[in-house]
């Protein structure tokens, strides 16, 4: 069993930075594909950014293309998302997601295993 525990969100500015973090524990980080997915009251979930555990490939959503880096250590069993340029529409709660399917999505039906969230708010 996989378990995710997110940590990094807070309330900030437009324009500031803020870096997620998602620790893994239950399996080798290896052993999973990551990804990261938001959800703002009211909304769908959306899939914003997800990495390969083979080739550290990644892909990302078009609202946080060129703003948010999703990256990992192996060594830290540690996945992180890095913020930049905040915009009020980034306003929701985060989620890690794990899977084990061999393509990276950013589809939440490809995930297995979820954390319990960190509620980033940007606002002025």
């Known amino acids: 069993q996989v378990q995710l525990v997110e940590s990094g969100g807070g309330s900030v500015q437009p324009g500031a930075s803020l870096r997620l973090s998602c620790v893994v524990s239950g399996r080798p980080l290896e052993s999973h594909n990551y990804a990261w997915f938001r959800q703002a009251p009211g909304k769908e979930r959306e899939g914003i950014a997800c990495i390969s555990t083979s ?60 954390g319990k969230g960190t509620l980033v708010t940007v606002s002025s």
């Not at 703003?67 to 192996?74: H, P, Y």
Request: negative net charge.
């Open 55 to 114: 080739d550290d490939s990644t892909f990302y959503g078009d609202s946080v293309r060129g703003r948010f880096t999703i990256s990992r250590d192996n060594a830290k069993s540690t996945v992180f998302l890095q913020m930049d340029s905040l915009k009020p529409e980034d306003t929701a709660v985060y989620y890690c997601a794990a899977g084990r399917q061999y393509l990276i999505s950013l589809r939440a039906a490809y995930y297995d295993f979820w």
